[in-house]
């Protein structure tokens, strides 16, 4: 509904059919216009005269202005009446405290938009100097019977207006002055400057300007000391619900991973709460295969474990090495596990070295492949780290299989391979 006339917007409403035994408002600020009314009346027969009439559906069409509503009133010997009832405008400065509030409280807003006027914009406004409702005497009459006061027709007027602010509380803001568009339209520019249009030197949302923030920071209480860790971390929910996932959902993989990122964030907090500000631990990210093996360390469902295999290339037997190795020695014993390289000629001399001195009885014969040392005719091997230090692995169902921590010894790292420590 656009008004073409927008210094003088104006509102028509139809006239309402007969509304016979109901009350005139059913909402708050309709009562609350009625009381004004009603207060303000010398004479009770009057009052009786006018809902008497609205109930009829002798009220014409009502105008809403700025100031003023207009109506004719069909008197019961069929005489026509042209009945105004003025209510003050807000002045600009009026306005303007009760736009700075709304503005403050988009809460208000939402509810006009929804046709509401909560008790509570009411009092804001009244604390901002801004009265909404009439009050006592505050709504004037004029009708052409020649009435001094109100008479039947402006009393049927106002009780038909209490119909329609029921259901449009923005018919009393256009009585005080501005149009509902205009008051949008009002509101929107007065919000704009918090988003957008901010002036160079507030750099911050808060409008604080970032320079003296920071000039001030000696004289600001020290920032608080960190949150205690929890002692646990937190439980995931459970996503096991009556329906039946979509396809490719795995509800128990997920609850899985939950539990696990909550696990890690919860270590990851700790130790950075212990290490403080002064050292930052700074950890090489997992390739997605060896976060599989951290995954499958915390021992998941079987079918999770099935996942953390077939995702990671590993047949599940693998990934069961992996995991040993993993709690042996993270990423290095995983690393010494799945991959074997050719030992560098200055680390391979200190490795011959090592292996000529570790044994002070006779050392059982190896055979030497790569960064592997075997032990002739048995089930039990060191292998070379790239850090220098010595892996035990035993030769189990067929499969090499890590039987320890490292050692820098290797006599050390053998006698654990072959079961002897
Ligand atoms: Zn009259």
């Known amino acids: 509904m656009s008004d073409p006339y927008e210094d003088a917007p104006e509102r028509t409403f139809a006239a309402l059919p007969p509304a016979h035994g109901r009350g005139f408002a059913q909402t708050w600020w309709g009562q609350a216009w009625l009381k004004a009314l009603e207060d303000a009346a010398m004479d009770l027969q009057q ?19 700025p100031g003023r509503i207009t109506a004719v009133v069909q008197d019961r010997d069929r005489t026509s009446h042209r009945a105004d009832v003025l209510l003050q405008e807000l002045s600009e400065d009026q306005w303007d405290r009760f736009l700075s509030m709304a503005v403050e409280r988009a809460g208000h807003i939402a509810a006009l938009l929804d046709r509401e006027m909560p008790p509570h914009l009411v009092e804001d406004a ?16 004029e009708c052409d019977c020649g009435a001094w006061d109100h008479c039947g027709h402006t009393a049927a007027l106002c009780y038909q207006v209490a119909r329609l602010l029921d259901q449009d509380p923005f018919v009393l803001l256009l009585m005080r002055g501005r149009g509902e568009r205009e008051l949008l339209d009002e509101l929107q520019v007065r919000s704009a400057p918090r988003t957008e249009a901010t002036p160079a030197r507030q750099q911050t949302h808060e409008g604080v300007d970032a320079a003296e923030a920071y000039a001030a920071g000696d004289i600001l209480p020290p920032v608080p000391a960190a949150p205690p860790v929890p002692v646990e971390p937190g439980l995931p929910p459970s996503l096991d619900t009556e329906t039946e996932p979509a396809p490719g959902v795995d509800p128990a993989a997920l609850e899985f991973l939950a539990t696990q990122a909550a696990r890690e964030a919860h270590r990851l907090l700790a130790e950075a709460v212990r290490a403080g500000h002064e050292q930052h631990s700074i950890e090489a990210e997992l390739t997605s295969a060896q976060d599989a093996v951290r995954l499958a360390s915390s021992a ?16 599940r037997e693998g990934l069961a090495l992996a995991v040993r190795a993993w709690e042996y020695g993270g990423v290095p014993a995983l690393d010494v596990l799945e991959t074997e390289w050719t030992v560098e ?24 492949s790569r960064n592997r040392w075997t032990v002739v005719g048995g089930a039990a091997q060191v292998r070379l780290g790239p850090d220098g230090r010595w892996w035990p692995y035993r030769k189990e169902r067929g499969r090499w299989t890590p039987a320890g921590p490292a050692s820098p010894d290797p006599a050390t790292a053998l006698a654990l391979a072959e079961g002897q420590e």
Do not use: I
């Open 47 to 65: 009052l009786k005269t006018g809902r008497r009439l609205a109930r009829a559906g002798a009220v014409g069409a009502v105008s809403v202005r």
């Open 126 to 141: 009244a604390a901002a100097g801004v009265e909404l409702l009439p009050g006592l005497g505050d709504l004037e009459a």
């Open 300 to 315: 998941p469902a079987a079918s999770v474990t099935a996942r953390l295999a077939e995702g990671s290339g590993r047949d």
């Open 345 to 368: 000629a200055e680390n391979l001399a200190r490795a011959r070295a090592a292996l000529a001195s570790a044994w002070e009885e006779e050392r059982p014969p190896l055979r030497a």
